[in-house]
T-cell receptor, first 113, second 113 residues
């Protein structure tokens, strides 16, 4: 089954404790991205990757890091989480950047206290 | 700055009625306009998309109307059903160039039986 998986689905952590949210896709997609979803703000892009070892900032990259060492995986790293990063996070993948359907993972709900 | 403006924020419709969600954009480089549907606890999924060479696209009960001169597009759900209750996001991007996919702020639709 073609899918994007994320782990964990739920995470509660404390300020400053480094965490990683994993994302994996099995569709051989070149383009992957991370979004955060907040009430009233919709989906905002954090980082994206055009291919292995190629990553770039989206609209709200501050406080986040990513890496793309393999085509299928695109982890999101919060080196020092803060309460304003409490949000619902989605990983997505697609064949390309513009004009292609994006396939979203199930989401990771993060709470930083 | 919101690249795509979406309204209303929430919508309540009787079963069998028509649901209408509107979006507007400013960037004339945008040439791909998808709508995503999101059920609670799930990631968004592509519902229907349009390119500006047509003014309307219909798939079953879902229709996108596109007005290029006004830079507006809308989603119409005919014969709305309780199963259509979800959050709907419009989005836009350019198929070439540096643009990523920009989302509206979302509309929570509730269809009352």
């Amino acid at each position: 089954e073609a899918q994007v998986t994320q782990n964990p689905r739920y995470l509660i952590t404390v300020t400053g404790k480094k965490l990683t949210v994993t994302c994996s896709q099995n569709m051989n997609h070149e383009y992957m991205s991370w979004y955060r979803q907040d009430p009233g703000l919709g989906l905002r892009q954090i980082y994206y990757s055009m291919n292995v070892e190629v990553t770039d900032k989206g609209d709200v990259p501050e406080g986040y890091k990513v890496s793309r060492k393999e085509k299928r995986n695109f982890p999101l790293i919060l080196e020092s989480p803060s309460p304003n990063q409490t949000s619902l996070y989605f990983c997505a993948s697609s064949l390309g950047r513009g004009g292609f359907e994006q396939y979203f993972g199930p989401g990771t709900r993060l709470t930083v206290t | 700055q919101q690249q795509v403006k979406q309204s209303p924020q929430s919508l309540i419709v009787q079963k069998g009625g028509i649901s209408i969600i509107n979006c507007a954009y400013e960037n004339t480089a945008f040439d791909y306009f998808p709508w995503y549907q999101q059920f609670p606890g799930k990631g968004p999924a592509l519902l229907i998309a349009i390119r500006p060479d047509v003014s309307e696209k219909k798939e079953g009960r879902f229709t996108i109307s596109f007005n290029k001169s006004a830079k507006q597009f809308s989603l119409h759900i005919m014969d709305s059903q309780p199963g259509d209750s979800a959050t709907y996001f419009c989005a836009a991007n350019a198929q070439t160039g540096a643009n990523n996919l920009f989302f509206g702020t979302g509309t929570r639709l509730t269809v009352i039986p």
